[in-house]
């Protein structure tokens, strides 16, 4: 007999589907909200097209404008170039794991703030992200990629351990860091009426 949380994606006692990719929950112990988000589908996702503007540069989602960070951090004119001549958030990746002169530890010290950057940037441009963002208030973000140790937990989103955090398998860096940019923003009184209309 195959499992429930395989293949199909079906609701387990615990969480609630909301749309394809994005799942709302609570910890085994009722003390923790969860909003797990994976795949394109999410406005979270750094995939989903997203089209903001930082210095005078114009990106078409987070992938992108964090690859070409890297390319410009290690001074790779060429990869920078490629990662901005295409929308397609696969190649913005594959291109970026070729950035040249890349130093691992070097990047890992600073790529936090780079994403935490485009973030900020991303949902203050972007309205509707900016409040659907803020229609999480009150639950931790949390990256249910299965495979993706760092930015998210290791687990998939349907996968009911995902919602306990000490079976988590990573690190939740992308949800950690898009629940500090929403609770920064909700905080600024520009943004006060969208909070009252989110909740």
């Known amino acids: 007999m195959a499992s429930k949380y395989s293949n199909r994606k079906r609701k387990s006692e615990k969480t609630e589907e909301v749309e394809d990719g994005l799942v709302t929950g609570v910890s085994p112990d009722g003390s923790e909200s969860f909003t797990l988000f994976y795949g394109h ?8 097209p997203s089209p903001f503007t930082v210095d005078g540069v114009s990106f078409s989602c987070g992938e992108q404008f964090f690859h070409h960070a ?12 490629m990662i901005l001549a295409t929308d397609e958030p696969r190649l913005h990746k594959q ?12 990047w890992n010290d600073v790529c936090l703030d780079v994403m935490k950057r485009g973030s900020f940037a991303k949902y203050e441009q972007n309205d509707d992200m900016r409040k659907q963002l803020f229609a999480t208030a009150g639950t931790t973000l949390v990256e249910a990629s299965p495979r993706d140790r760092k930015w998210g937990i290791g687990l998939g989103v349907h996968n009911p351990k995902a919602l306990d955090r000490k079976s988590w398998r990573g690190e939740n860096c992308l949800g950690k860091l898009l629940t500090e940019v929403r609770d920064d923003l909700m905080k600024r009184d520009i943004y006060r009426k969208e909070i009252v209309g989110s909740q």
Do not use: C, T, W, Y
């Open 95 to 106: 291109l970026g794991r070729k950035v040249e002169h890349f130093v691992p530890q070097e």
């Open 70 to 81: 890297k390319a410009v951090h290690f001074k790779d004119d060429e990869h920078a170039a």
């Open 41 to 48: 589908v999410p406005v979270f996702s750094n995939f989903h």
